[in-house]
């Protein structure tokens, strides 16, 4: 079955001793109150409930899947709606929402060390509270009083469910294309049709009404994505006292049989004249959806780093346990018929990727969530503008490079294994198949790319891009005299240099030639991504080099991954750096007809 625990101690030091959360948190005045202490207390009992109710269920749900009952009704793996049940009546959909619909208003960055632990316990469960906190935000931020008053307090509790429509079945990332009709109604509804696919979490048991957020189009819109707009499409209407009342005209049409995420219900999701509710203005649907896929985005994000820490804890006693012949340079294990597999350099190498690749999106994730309480509730304008920006350029990354590291992780995790990892019982080929649909959804990797390279960097003359390269380069002038940190601090600076001529190099060409900028976009991606990885690894061994002399082995042990990774992991920007500077030739001279 495996096994999942909580990284506390390495939580609480990117937390506490990186971040300096409590500091930072306490300059925010929706946050002045918080203290260590109670952080702690947060991501201990979120832990426990993590590893005791969530990750049981992570292997029932991939066995059994959701069952398409007819007639619309889908019915979860066996337990979820318990589990989900316990959830709801701990309170920890309210953790991170506003207090003035119920929400305990905590910080974002705790509710993003949560979902770390919950994506690791068990990914496609937990993707039905994710997309209801998508819901949330989306309607926090756009929509009219009467319907926050009507949805929100559900949703925070937790009571209510909810999902986003967005792909049809001619279009999904395209949206410019949907098809949706959506007819006004003198009351100030709208009557809406269509077909929306790939819904997760579109249908289930596990709560008493499920509220979608639906792109559609007005009869006199026009086309193009400036012709969309939203709107809120509950499954039962709410009555005059709020309680689910008449069943609406959308119904779950079948679902999806997937490679993963089996617990999770991937619905396709008829809509035949069902009543909603505009959200925002008419025509300007995605600015508000955009509030939601850019929360999903970094949940994706979340997604990711908690597969590759499950799949490297899993790795770690795996390797520990497992006899497999002797350590070239003589028996470890002289007491036994064989050595630990974990005496072997590769093996090593497998499970310093993972540990590498978990610690530093940890650093990531969390300091990115951070930035989010920053824009949302720093009293300083300008510290909202700058940590709103970084966010902005910063979040395609996170969708990107984490679920990338992931998809390697999960699969070296499998290789660690060997044999066993291939079959189902162990659980590993489950992480394997779960991590792949996170580089396809919510935009696929690609996607991602091109945001980051041709709308967050280029299309700003990348001024973004800058402000993040100022904070490195702060860093760097900082330590440049440090001489126990010039195997990190040299590194570092030499990869933002490179950042820097390969931005300048790809922007000169893209403006003779717009497909420069697809060609690059990708391998340019991970290289911004080693770049982030690089600085906070840096900022890591900093510390640990601080404080190694403690006798504390965490910090031992930390140093060394820092190693590992400028060693073995950072150099694969090299060859990422030479992809995006071939450019585009090669990969359109061949005509198409001869593919």
Not at 83 to 111: M, R, S, T
Not at 112 to 119: A, C, G, H
Not at 483 to 503: H, R, S, Y
Not at 536 to 554: H, N, P, T, V, Y
Request: hydrophobic share 40%; net charge negative.
């Amino acid at each position: 079955m495996g096994q999942y625990t909580a990284p506390l101690r390495d939580m609480q030091f990117v937390l506490h001793e990186l971040l300096g959360a409590e500091a930072e948190l306490k300059a925010m005045p929706p946050h002045a109150d918080i203290d260590a202490d109670t952080i702690n207390q947060v991501i201990e009992e979120a832990g426990k409930f993590c590893s005791d109710v969530v990750f049981p269920l992570n292997q029932v749900g991939d066995r059994e899947g959701c069952t398409y009952v007819g007639d619309g009704v889908v019915k979860a793996p066996t337990g979820f709606k318990e589990a989900y049940q316990q959830y709801v009546e701990a309170g920890w959909p309210a953790l991170a929402c506003d207090p003035e619909f119920g929400g305990q208003g905590l910080p974002i960055v705790i509710n993003n060390v949560v979902y770390e632990m919950l994506n690791s316990a068990g990914q496609a469960w937990t993707m039905y509270p994710g997309l209801s906190h998508g819901a949330y935000e989306a309607l926090h931020a756009h929509g009219t009083p009467e319907l926050q008053q009507t949805y929100l307090p559900k949703l925070v509790s937790g009571v209510w469910t909810g999902t986003m429509c967005l792909t049809e079945p001619h279009c999904g990332t395209d949206l410019g294309i949907l098809r949706s009709k959506a007819e006004p109604q003198a009351d100030g509804s709208y009557l809406i049709s269509g077909t929306k696919i790939f819904i997760s979490a579109g249908e289930h048991d596990m709560a008493e009404n499920i509220i979608h957020l639906v792109l559609a189009r007005l009869p006199d819109a026009p086309g193009g994505t400036k012709g969309i707009s939203l709107f809120v499409v509950p499954k039962f209407i709410p009555d005059a006292n709020g309680n689910p009342g008449e069943r609406n005209g959308i119904k779950c049409g079948s679902i999806e049989h997937k490679m993963g995420i089996h617990g999770n219900a991937t619905c396709v999701m008829n809509l035949d004249g069902a009543r909603g509710w505009m959200v925002g203005e008419p025509n300007k649907g995605l600015n508000a959806m955009f509030v939601m896929m850019n929360a999903a985005r970094l949940g994706v994000g979340a997604q990711g780093l908690g597969l590759t820490e499950v799949a490297y804890q899993n790795s770690l006693a795996y390797a520990k346990d497992r006899l497999q012949m002797r350590a070239l340079t003589g028996p470890k294990a002289p007491d036994k018929p064989a050595d630990p597999i974990i005496v072997h350099p590769d093996v090593r190498r497998m499970l310093l990727t993972q540990k590498a690749y978990a610690e530093g999106g940890r650093a990531f994730s969390y300091w990115t969530a951070l930035q989010i309480d920053r824009e949302l509730s720093h009293p300083d304008e300008a510290v909202r503008k700058q940590a709103g920006d970084l966010v902005a350029l910063l979040t395609p990354v996170i969708k990107a490079f984490l679920t990338d590291n992931a998809f390697t992780s999960t699969n070296e995790g499998m290789q660690v294994f060997g044999g066993h990892g291939y079959i189902a019982e162990w659980g590993m080929e489950q992480y394997v198949r779960d991590a792949r649909i996170n580089m396809i959804y919510e935009g696929t990797n690609t996607i991602q790319a091109l945001d980051l390279l041709g709308r967050k960097i280029l299309g700003d003359m990348g001024a973004r891009m800058k402000a993040f390269g100022k904070i490195v380069q702060e860093f760097v002038e900082a330590e440049g005299t440090n001489e126990a940190m010039q195997e990190f601090i040299n590194p570092l600076a030499d990869i933002g240099d490179k950042v820097q001529k390969l931005t300048m190099e790809i922007g000169m060409k893209a403006m003779g030639n717009a497909d420069e900028v697809g060609a690059a976009a990708v391998p340019y991606l991970r290289v911004v991504g080693h770049l982030v990885f690089s600085y906070f690894w840096a900022r890591m061994a900093k510390i640990a080099l601080e404080k190694e002399a403690s006798g504390d082995k965490f910090y031992t042990a930390k140093l060394a991954t820092a190693r590992f990774y400028f060693a073995r992991l950072l150099p694969e920007t090299a060859a990422e750096i030479r992809k995006a500077r071939a450019g585009s030739a090669t990969l359109m001279a061949l005509d198409a007809d001869l593919f």
